[in-house]
């Protein structure tokens, strides 16, 4: 079931970049970035609440607390930069290089996580990288 929600992820993603760059066309990046953060926030919370999970907001560890602010932190830089970056440059060079994320965060699942390094991984890594290199060069 997790591929269905990947493949569904990569479509929403694909839609974002170019419904933003249609969006930001004529107007700050900062605020469009701003205005798409409420309409995701409405909707993150909308599905808490739908489904019931508020109640378990007691129960979150510290721990848990510490990472998932820094990771709202860096979503919203990556956010702010990624729609910087489509405003000046074309969707089509900038997406590219913007999901090499992908092979940064398997560098940083090796290294961070302790996840194993396989010839697969390492050899999807390399295809993605030299993809991103064509696609922007």
Do not use: H
Not at 21 to 27: L, T
Not at 54 to 69: D, G, R
Not at 82 to 95: C, E, N, T
């Amino acid at each position: 079931m997790w591929i269905v929600f990947a493949l569904l992820s990569a479509v929403f993603a694909a839609a974002t970049a170019i419904l933003a760059k249609i969006g930001i066309q004529d107007m700050n990046s900062n605020l469009a970035t701003a205005i798409r953060t409420v309409v995701v926030l409405i909707m993150a919370w909308g599905i808490v609440f739908v489904t019931g999970t508020q109640c378990q907001i007691p129960s979150i560890t510290a721990k848990s607390w510490v990472f998932l602010i820094l990771s709202g932190i860096a979503t919203g830089l990556s956010w702010l930069f990624y729609f910087k970056a489509l405003q000046l440059g074309d969707a089509s060079k900038v997406v590219p290089i913007d999901k090499f994320s992908v092979v940064i965060s398997m560098v940083l699942a090796f290294v961070i996580l302790k996840e194993a390094v396989t010839a697969k991984t390492v050899i999807g890594g390399i295809l993605i990288t030299l993809g991103t290199l064509v696609m922007v060069l």
